[in-house]
C-alpha cells in the first residue's frame, strides 16, 4: 500500500513537473452576463472570445503556458453580482487580465471596485455607455465597442437622411439605453427632428400597453426603440404592433437581432457597430471555421477583446497585470505590422520576434487615448424580415 | 380631423384600443395566475413564489409538444397549435408539481412546519424550476403562436367602419378572456356544488375540523395541486401567445400576480379577480397620455397641448404597488376579505 501511495505521489509529481517545464496553466477571465438581458446575445460573444484563446493555444505561439477561460456569470444588470465575479476570479484564479463585463452599468461599478483597486486590466466587447468615457478607470478598463457617443449622431444623421423628421423615443431605463437616448436625441433635434415623446421603459415587464398608448399619444408614426431585443424592447415592439401605434422603427444596437426583425415590417432600421465589409467578411469566414455566429452582435467586438489580452501578455514578456495594462495600446494602435482576426498565431510569433503589432483584428481595433474603440456602424435595414447591411457609416 | 370636433365614437376607439383590450387580456392572464397562488394559499397555506416560473414551465411544456405537432402536420387552420397541445402538456405539469410537493412540500406538511418554512421551500422550487426551464427551452425570447394573429386588424377595422381611429383584436387576446371565464366558472361551479370542491373549501376554512369529518387531506392536497396545474398552464400559455415567452419575464410576472392576490383578499377566488383587473386597468389607465382622446372629446379651444398624463409610464411599476399599500393600510385583508394565516 505504501508503495502505491508513493508511485502515485511520484507520479503525480512527475505529471506536474512535467506541465510545468511545458508551460504552466494561465488563467484569463471572461465575466459576461451569461443570464439577464443580454442572454440571448451571448452565445455568439462567448464563443468569439473562446475562439480567439482556441486559436492562440493552438498555434502554439503564445509563451507563457496554455490559457485557460475562468467564466463567471455578470448577470448584466446586478452590479454587485458582477462584483463578487470578479473579485473571485482575481483573488481565486488568479486571472493575468479579464475579457468583460457586458451592460455599462455592471461595467461602471467593476470598475470602480474590482479593477482600479486591484489593478488588472479588464477590456468589454459591448458597454457602449457614453459616461464610462469620462469614469476614473486608472488606466485599466479598456473596450473594442465604440461608444454610445458615436452611435447616437450616426442613428440621428442616417434618421433625417431618409426623411424621417419626427418621431418618438423610448429607450431601456439603465446606463446603455440613456447613454444612447441622449446622444440620439441631442443630434437628432439638432439636425431639426421632432422628438414628439421620450420616455424610458423598464425592461422585463410583465406588460407593455400602457407604455405603447403613452408613447403614441404624441401622433409620431415612427418609433426608435433603444434598448434590449430580449427583453423591454421586444415587449414595446410586440405592444405597439398588436395596437397599430406605430408603423416604422429605428433601432439602437441592442435591437438588431431576429428578434426584432421577425416582428416588424420591412423598412425599419438600426444600426450596430460594424468593421467595413472585407473585415466583416474575414470574420464572418473565420468564425464559421471556428464553429461561430459571427454576425452575432459583439461577437467580432468579443473575439477582439480577448485577443488584445493575449496580444498585450505576449508583448509585456509575462503575465503580469501591469505589464500586460502598459501593452495593450501599444498592440491595439498604429504603428506595427497589422494582423487581422484568424492571424493570431503569426502575430503572436511576430511580438516574441520583436516585431511592432498593429492588431487590426474582426472589427478594425483602433483604440483612442480613452482606451474606447473608434469603431465603424452599420445601417442595416429590415428586408424581407432580416436585418440586412445597406452601408458602413465611418 | 373630421370637421366635426367633438368626436365620441373615436374616442371610444382609441381608448378600446390602446387601453380597454389590452387591460382587459392582461387583467385575465394575471387573474389566472393569481386564482393557482390563491388556492395554495388557501389549501396548503404558503404563499408560493413559484408560480412564474411554474407558469414558465408548462409553457415550456406547450411549446415544446406543439412544435412537434406542427412538424407532423397535427394542425387544425385557424387554431393556435398551443391550445391542442394543453390537454398533454397539462399532463407533464401535473405530474411534476405532484412531484415536487412529494419530494418538497409533503415534508413541511408532515412535520407542521410554519408557513414561512413553505414560501421559503417555494423559493427553491422556482430556483430549479427555472433552471430547468432555461437548460431545455434555453434562456432566449421566443414566439410559438401560429394561425391568424388578428381576428381583425386596424387596418380592417378602419376600412370597415371609416372611423379615423381603428381597434385591433388580436386572436390572443380573445382566446385569453374567452378561456379565463370559462376557467373561472368551472372553478367557481367546481368549489359551490361538487362534493371535492366542498370538501376543499372545508378543509381550508377549518383543517381538524374538516380532518375530523372524515376529509381525506392527500386527496385535497393532490386535487388542488391538479387545479394548479390547469390555471398554471393554460395562464403560461395565454400569457405566450399574446406577449411571447422568455423565462426572466415569467419569473419576474410573480410581482403583479402576488400584488393582484394581495389586493384581493388573499385566499379570497373573487378577490384574486378583482385584484389582477385592478392591477391591469389601473397601470394602464394611470399611464395613458390623453392627449389624442381630449382632443376628439373637447373642442378646438380647449384642446390640450401637452401630453396629459397623469404618471409617467416609468413608473407603472409602482402603481400597483402603491394600490397594494393603499389597501393594505385600510383593509388589511384585501378587497374580498381574504384570510391571514396565523401560525399556531
Not at chain 1, 439577464?36 to 492562440?56: H, K, R, Y
Not at chain 1, 456569470?73 to 446586478?78: E, K, L
Request: glycine share 12%.
Amino acid at each position: 500500500m505504501k508503495s502505491y501511495l508513493k508511485t502515485t505521489a511520484g507520479f503525480v509529481l512527475s505529471a506536474t513537473m512535467a506541465t510545468a517545464s511545458f508551460g504552466a496553466t494561465v488563467n484569463v477571465g471572461e465575466l459576461q452576463g451569461f443570464t439577464g438581458p443580454l442572454e440571448s446575445m451571448i452565445g455568439p460573444m462567448s464563443g468569439g472570445a473562446n475562439l480567439a484563446v482556441t486559436e492562440a493555444n493552438a498555434s502554439g505561439n503564445y509563451l507563457y503556458g496554455t490559457i485557460n477561460v475562468v467564466q463567471g456569470d455578470s448577470v448584466c444588470i446586478d452590479p454587485a453580482v458582477a462584483i463578487a465575479q470578479a473579485e473571485k476570479m482575481i483573488n481565486d484564479d488568479n486571472v493575468m487580465a479579464i475579457m468583460g463585463p457586458n451592460c455599462s452599468g455592471n461595467t461602471g461599478a467593476v470598475i470602480t471596485n474590482v479593477l482600479v483597486p486591484n489593478g488588472v486590466v479588464a477590456i468589454s466587447p459591448s458597454a457602449t455607455s457614453p459616461a464610462l468615457t469620462t469614469l476614473e478607470d486608472g488606466g485599466w478598463f479598456f473596450r473594442t465597442a465604440p461608444s454610445d457617443a458615436r452611435q447616437g449622431p450616426v442613428l440621428a444623421s442616417i434618421a433625417i437622411s431618409r426623411g424621417q423628421t419626427d418621431m418618438a423615443v423610448t429607450f431601456s431605463n439603465s446606463d446603455y439605453g440613456k447613454g444612447l437616448a441622449d446622444a440620439f436625441v441631442t443630434a437628432y433635434e439638432a439636425a431639426g427632428g421632432t422628438v414628439t415623446v421620450m420616455a424610458g421603459h423598464d425592461d422585463d415587464k410583465a406588460d407593455y400597453s400602457a407604455d405603447v398608448a403613452a408613447l403614441s399619444a404624441g401622433g409620431s408614426a415612427t418609433l426608435a426603440v433603444l434598448g434590449y431585443a430580449n427583453t423591454g424592447g421586444r415587449g414595446i415592439i410586440a405592444a405597439s404592433e398588436d395596437t397599430g401605434a406605430f408603423t416604422d422603427y429605428v433601432f439602437g444596437d441592442g435591437m438588431i437581432s431576429e428578434l426584432t426583425s421577425g416582428a416588424v415590417a420591412d423598412g425599419s432600421w438600426g444600426t450596430m457597430p460594424s468593421p467595413d465589409e472585407a473585415l466583416g467578411a474575414n470574420w464572418v469566414a473565420v468564425a464559421a471555421a471556428g464553429d461561430v455566429d459571427g454576425s452575432g452582435v459583439f461577437s467580432a467586438e468579443a473575439y477582439d477583446a480577448m485577443a488584445l489580452i493575449i496580444l498585450a501578455s505576449q508583448a509585456a514578456g509575462s503575465t503580469d497585470r501591469a505589464a500586460i495594462q502598459a501593452e495593450v495600446m501599444n498592440v491595439a494602435n498604429a504603428p506595427g505590422n497589422k494582423c487581422s482576426a484568424g492571424d493570431l498565431g503569426t502575430c503572436l510569433k511576430w511580438i516574441s520576434g520583436g516585431l511592432p503589432v498593429d492588431y487590426v483584428g474582426a472589427t478594425g481595433v483602433e483604440l483612442d487615448a480613452g482606451g474606447t474603440a473608434n469603431g465603424s456602424y452599420a445601417e442595416r435595414e429590415v428586408i424581407g424580415g432580416v436585418f440586412t447591411n445597406v452601408k458602413i457609416h465611418q | 380631423m373630421t370637421s366635426e370636433s367633438i368626436d365620441i365614437i373615436n374616442a371610444f376607439a382609441l381608448l378600446t384600443n390602446f387601453v380597454i383590450l389590452p387591460a382587459l387580456s392582461y387583467g385575465s392572464q394575471l387573474a389566472l395566475g393569481a386564482l393557482a397562488v390563491t388556492l395554495v394559499y388557501s389549501i396548503l397555506r404558503f404563499s408560493n413564489f413559484a408560480q412564474g416560473d411554474s407558469m414558465a414551465f408548462g409553457t415550456m411544456l406547450v411549446i415544446l409538444i406543439s412544435s412537434y405537432m406542427i412538424s407532423r402536420g397535427w394542425t387544425i387552420t385557424g387554431v393556435p397549435t398551443a391550445l391542442l397541445a394543453i390537454p398533454m402538456a397539462l399532463i407533464g405539469m401535473s405530474i411534476y408539481l405532484l412531484t415536487m410537493d412529494r419530494l418538497v412540500y409533503r415534508h413541511y406538511r408532515r412535520i407542521k412546519a410554519k408557513s414561512i418554512v413553505g414560501i421559503s421551500a417555494s423559493i427553491g422550487v422556482m430556483f430549479v424550476t427555472g433552471g430547468i426551464v432555461r437548460f431545455i427551452l434555453g434562456a432566449s425570447a421566443q414566439r410559438f403562436g401560429d394561425g391568424e394573429r388578428f381576428i381583425f386588424s386596424v387596418r380592417e377595422f378602419k376600412a370597415y367602419t371609416g372611423l379615423e381611429q381603428g381597434i385591433a383584436l388580436k386572436t390572443s387576446q380573445f382566446l385569453t378572456v374567452t378561456i379565463a371565464l370559462l376557467l373561472v366558472s368551472f372553478l367557481f361551479y367546481f368549489l359551490q356544488k361538487t362534493k371535492t370542491g366542498k370538501a376543499m373549501r372545508a378543509y381550508s376554512d377549518n383543517k381538524e375540523l374538516a380532518l375530523l369529518s372524515g376529509i381525506d387531506p392527500d386527496k385535497v392536497v393532490q386535487i388542488t395541486w391538479l387545479l394548479v396545474a390547469l390555471f398554471t398552464t393554460i395562464a403560461g400559455t395565454l400569457y405566450g401567445l399574446d406577449k411571447g415567452f422568455a423565462p426572466q419575464q415569467y419569473h419576474l410576472l410573480l410581482l403583479p400576480i402576488f400584488a393582484s392576490v394581495i389586493v384581493g383578499g388573499i385566499g379570497s377566488p373573487i378577490g384574486a379577480i378583482a385584484g389582477a383587473f385592478l392591477v391591469a386597468f389601473s397601470e394602464i389607465f394611470l399611464t395613458y397620455a390623453y392627449k389624442k382622446f381630449l382632443i376628439y372629446l373637447l373642442p378646438l379651444s380647449m384642446h390640450p397641448t401637452s401630453l396629459v398624463q397623469l404618471i409617467g409610464t416609468e413608473y407603472k411599476y409602482a402603481i400597483s404597488f402603491v394600490i397594494l399599500v393603499i389597501v393594505l393600510l385600510i383593509k388589511p385583508t384585501g378587497l374580498f376579505k381574504g384570510k391571514v394565516i396565523v401560525d399556531e
